[in-house]
């Protein structure tokens, strides 16, 4: 069916404007909020602590004692208590080296050699600039939540697998498209293969992978997803980089948003409704980027993902959802069907619940 490229593009910037109201609606609710708040008072742990976590987490759970391999949240006895749990009686921490710092003052800070350490209680003299210096480690422990009982742990709202067939002749299309970007596609068994993904892109080795434990539906939802980061998100090196596409490389919440906004498009056109997935995938993304609301995120991203989406469906011989065209337009003056972008907001109302 044939849709001018206007009418097209304003069909996407209205899919993607009910992106961006879905993405708002979420994060603006407090279940959100509570979940980022407890969320945030966990820190990171240096590599070395990682390691020693997973290690004491992978035989807890070879003793039975939590019911999953992984490690989620962890934190010490009082930190817990401060969340309204506390650690469950037998079970026993995972120790770790925790930092010890000292507090050192000085009048001339650009000189490393006039610090001097302050003691306990010590008060710095008038002038003098204090800052905590790291002196060394101490041994202590840390539980995972699931060693723990007490107040529920207020969780992110997740992305649901999609189900179902996937649209007729969607995968053989994306996945050509792929193949002609250079890149090998790989089907694995499970996300346990890709380190729990359902789907990678690895631009080293130039392989797409996909986990095919998924139905159909899901599976060719993922493929659209890394379609939109081999196109996007190629190493500077590799492509001529503008600031969004900076962006993106450099941080992956950036890249995470606009794969998936890609997907749910070609989705859409396709009379997939993938808003059970991207929307809080999209959602907990946009929300790691620093300096920027979720909603700034999105918003930053429609023209990169409105194009690259564009580019995607016209290469797509696949039937999509009609424009909104009487009968008899679908053809140009060559006589020659031509593909075109689905009318999602008319004819596909489901999506994005809206």
Known sequence: ????????????????????????????????????????????RSFNNTMLIYAQHAAAYGEGRVPEPTPTYVAGFHQWLSLGRHVEKGQR????????????????PADDGSWHRLSRGERPAAGEVVRSKLVGLKPTHVWDVFQTAGDPVPELPRPNLLQGEAPAGLWDGLADQITAAGFELRLVSSAAAIGGANGITDFLSREVSIRVDMDDAAQVKTLAHELGHVLLHAPPENKLSTEL????????????????????????????????YTVPY?????????????????????????????????KLDTPKI????PPGLDRDGLGHRQTAVSNAVRRSEAVLGL
Request: proline content about 2%; hydrophobic content about 45%; cysteine-free.
């Open 93 to 108: 921490g995972y120790g770790i080296l925790a930092p010890v710092t000292a507090r050192f003052a000085s009048r001339t």
């Open 1 to 44: 069916m044939y849709a001018s490229p206007t009418a097209r593009d304003a069909r996407l910037e209205a899919l993607h404007a009910q992106l961006t109201s879905a993405v708002e609606a979420l994060v603006s609710g407090e279940d959100w909020k509570r979940a980022l708040t407890f969320a945030a008072r966990f820190r990171s």
């Open 245 to 276: 596409a900076a962006d993106a490389t450099l941080h992956r919440g950036v890249a995470e948003v606009e794969a998936e906004s890609v997907a749910l498009m070609v989705g859409a056109a396709h009379g997939l409704d993938t808003s059970s």
């Open 282 to 314: 999209v959602s907990t993304w946009a929300a790691s980027v620093q300096g920027k609301t979720p909603v700034e995120v999105v918003q930053s991203t429609a023209e990169r993902v409105r194009a690259t989406a564009l580019g995607i469906l016209d």
């Open 322 to 325: 009609g424009d909104g065209n």
